[in-house]
């Protein structure tokens, strides 16, 4: 059985909420770099379950692209910035090397915040509104 597009948001932002849980859990164990890991998996998944309600059906695919830019010109004063610090929080990565108690903390504030901007912006926008 098909999944509907609703059920599959609900999924990117349940799996995104897991992994931003096990981020603060590796942070309180100060296992740092592991943590940044799982911030970034947050927010990759909060910031797929936006594009899947623009209408963006395989969000990482080429033929995304075109969807992406129409949906992101459509809503770039929303969307923008979300799509801004998942851009930067990648930027950041250095999955070669470890991670400060400082950084963690940083990666996990990040991750935090796109995921509850992306929780209200699907409140505020509900699926067939966008």
Known sequence: MEQTVRDRIKEEIRIAGEYLDGACSLLERELFTPC??????????????????????????????????????????????????????????RTSMEYTEEEARFRVYQARELFLEVKDFLRRFPIGTI
Request: no cysteine; hydrophobic share 45%; charged share 25%.
């Open 36 to 93: 940044v890991l799982l911030s970034f998996y947050s927010a990759f998944h909060a910031t797929k379950a936006v594009l899947l309600a623009g209408g963006v059906r395989a969000p990482g695919t080429r033929q995304s692209i075109s969807g992406l830019r129409g949906f992101v010109e459509k809503f770039d004063q929303k969307l923008a910035p979300m799509l801004e610090r998942l851009k930067e929080f990648k930027k950041g990565l």
